[in-house]
């Protein structure tokens, strides 16, 4: 009779991917509603109709599954954005609104969960997250401006930092507002609002930044 290796749960590999993947929903779920200290991994794991014994074994803990959470979040936008610093096609800033939004807008309650731990410090992975994920985009954000400014597209004497603080302001602060503009639309926005946002931060954003 074999044994299963130590601290590995006895489940089949189908059901190790959808246990894992149940995990994710749940949390995301429960840190939407709930702020960090207040979610327990219990209320996850039966939200989740598997055990805690599984949170243990895939993230290691409550910290891990809340950093497991972002991380494969943003691992959408992070390649778009490693092709698009990388691309010589790119001619205009309004290539970096698409990708943000194109990843952001299916899932617009995530900005909120970022905010909470990155402006309110709720929960204990604020470093984390400026480290493996802020950090990163603020980096192919810059490289996207060099190049541009490599082009003649921006004027090379504007500080490539306080461009990318600019763009990340544009690109984050309507899907934080985002009842607020619903509100006064009367509607409910979607991708195509958010993707003509894009052409239009795009379009003065770099106009004001070419120069004479």
Wanted: charged residues 25%; hydrophobic residues 40%.
């Amino acid at each position: 009779m074999s044994k299963s290796s130590v601290g590995r749960p006895a489940v089949s590999d189908q059901n190790e991917i959808s246990v894992r993947e149940r995990l994710l929903m749940a949390a995301k779920k429960s840190f939407l509603e709930d702020s960090y200290e207040k979610v327990s991994t219990r209320r996850i794991a039966t939200m989740a109709d598997t055990s805690i014994a599984m949170i243990r074994y895939y993230f290691g803990n409550k910290e891990g599954l809340y950093q497991e959470l972002i991380r494969t979040q943003f691992i959408p936008i992070a390649e778009r954005l490693t092709a698009l610093q990388n691309s010589d096609d790119i001619d205009s800033l309004e290539s970096f609104f698409e990708v943000y939004y194109k990843t952001m807008v299916p899932d617009q309650q995530f900005p909120l969960l970022m905010m909470r731990t990155l402006s309110l410090q709720q929960g204990p992975s604020r470093k984390y997250i400026l480290d493996k994920i802020v950090d990163p985009m603020r980096h192919a954000i810059y490289k996207i401006i060099k190049r541009l400014q490599f082009k003649g597209k921006i004027d090379a004497s504007l500080d490539a930092e306080m461009i990318g603080i600019s763009m990340l302001s544009m690109a984050v602060m309507p899907m934080l507002a985002k009842s607020v503009f619903e509100y006064h639309k009367g509607v409910d926005l979607g991708l195509d609002f958010y993707l003509e946002l894009a052409k239009h931060n795009g379009q003065i954003l770099q106009t004001g930044l070419r120069g004479q």
